[in-house]
């Protein structure tokens, strides 16, 4: 699941317009590009996916290619390592796969409309203690973003149940502690961010967010973010603290011998660093 998830934003083309006369006429403006293609890969201390944990507190290597259209529409893809102890009987990854169109509204705001399809080759829910059902983690969210200067929101809503979760799965991957409620579909999630330039090339970003889970209010949560980054020897460096009140029970995991487990919306220092291309 990308966080955050980090899609390529593209500008409409500038509108420019003014008295030209013929004798001393001013250059005409570069237009943008008709097409555009970019890419990212970070190596980050943990992945957080809406302040939870993805890899078990540990390691992910990321990467995606963005493309971009100067009409508004962009489409790309990301993926990431991912835990098994968490996603059961797959490959440890995930990719996401996204598409929308962006545009302006005004001036200074922007509405950004779009779908992302989170999957996971091979991972399937358990049915029961280490065999494996046909009931698969993948995710499909549609979502509606604005953003005006430094701010953004966006909320995105499951069009699928909400990462396999349904009366059929709720009983074994959340430890037997939930009924059986019916399916999660329409769960949604209000992503909120403000990023503040600091000066001498540093940005402080901050994140609140918050995960409605339909049919599951146990599993609902707030999880926030404070982040500093800055572009130093031609990468991106980036600290954050991310945390959640996200509920232990619901919210653990433990390695494939069903020990050590971990608290996946604790509290913690996250580093990462990364280049764009």
Same mark, same amino acid.
């Given at each position: 699941?990308?966080?955050?998830?980090? /899609?390529?934003?593209? %500008?409409? @083309? %500038?509108?420019?317009? #003014?008295?030209?006369?013929?004798?001393?006429?001013?250059? @005409?403006?570069?237009?943008?590009?008709?097409? /555009?293609?970019? +890419?990212?890969l970070?190596?980050?201390? &943990?992945?957080?996916?809406?302040?939870?944990?993805?890899?078990?507190?540990?390691?992910?290597l990321?990467?995606?290619?963005?493309?971009?259209?100067?009409?508004?529409?962009?489409?790309? /893809?990301?993926?990431?390592? !991912?835990?098994?102890?968490? $996603?059961?009987?797959? @490959?440890?990854?995930e990719?996401?796969?996204?598409?929308?169109?962006?545009?302006? *509204?005004?001036? &200074?705001?922007?509405?950004?409309?779009?779908?992302? @399809?989170?999957?996971?080759?091979?991972?399937?829910?358990?049915?029961?203690?280490?065999?494996?059902?046909?009931?698969?983690?993948?995710?499909?969210?549609?979502? %509606?973003?604005i953003?005006?200067?430094?701010?953004?929101?966006?909320?995105?809503?499951?069009?699928?149940?909400?990462?396999?979760?349904?009366?059929?799965?709720?009983?074994?991957?959340?430890?037997?502690? *939930?009924?059986?409620?019916?399916?999660?579909? #329409?769960?949604?999630?209000?992503?909120?961010?403000?990023?503040?330039?600091?000066?001498?090339?540093?940005?402080?970003?901050a994140?609140?967010?918050?995960?409605? !889970?339909?049919?599951?209010?146990?599993?609902?949560? /707030?999880?926030?973010?404070l982040?500093?980054?800055?572009?130093?020897?031609?990468?991106n460096?980036?600290?954050?603290v991310?945390?959640?009140?996200?509920?232990? &029970?619901? $919210?653990?995991? +433990?390695?494939?011998?069903?020990?050590?487990?971990?608290?996946?919306?604790?509290?913690?220092?996250? !580093?990462? !660093?990364?280049?764009?291309?």
């Amino acid at each position: 699941m990308k966080k955050n998830i980090s /899609t390529l934003s593209l %500008a409409l @083309a %500038a509108l420019f317009a #003014g008295s030209v006369q013929a004798q001393d006429a001013a250059p @005409a403006a570069a237009a943008s590009p008709e097409h /555009t293609l970019t +890419g990212n890969l970070s190596l980050n201390s &943990d992945y957080r996916f809406r302040g939870i944990s993805q890899t078990w507190r540990l390691p992910a290597l990321q990467g995606g290619f963005d493309y971009a259209h100067r009409s508004g529409f962009y489409a790309g /893809t990301w993926a990431s390592n !991912v835990s098994g102890n968490s $996603y059961n009987n797959g @490959a440890g990854l995930e990719l996401d796969l996204y598409g929308g169109f962006k545009f302006s *509204l005004t001036q &200074d705001l922007t509405l950004d409309l779009g779908a992302l @399809a989170y999957v996971y080759p091979g991972a399937k829910l358990n049915s029961a203690p280490g065999v494996a059902s046909n009931k698969a983690y993948d995710n499909l969210d549609l979502y %509606a973003g604005i953003s005006a200067g430094a701010f953004s929101a966006k909320l995105s809503v499951a069009a699928t149940d909400y990462f396999g979760l349904n009366s059929d799965t709720a009983g074994f991957a959340y430890f037997n502690s *939930l009924a059986a409620k019916g399916s999660s579909k #329409g769960s949604a999630y209000l992503d909120l961010n403000y990023n503040f330039d600091l000066g001498q090339g540093l940005t402080l970003g901050a994140h609140l967010g918050y995960l409605h !889970v339909r049919n599951y209010g146990e599993l609902s949560y /707030t999880d926030a973010k404070l982040s500093i980054s800055k572009e130093m020897l031609g990468l991106n460096w980036s600290a954050a603290v991310v945390g959640s009140n996200a509920k232990r &029970d619901f $919210y653990q995991a +433990g390695n494939a011998a069903g020990q050590d487990a971990k608290q996946l919306g604790k509290t913690g220092l996250l !580093v990462s !660093v990364g280049k764009s291309f």
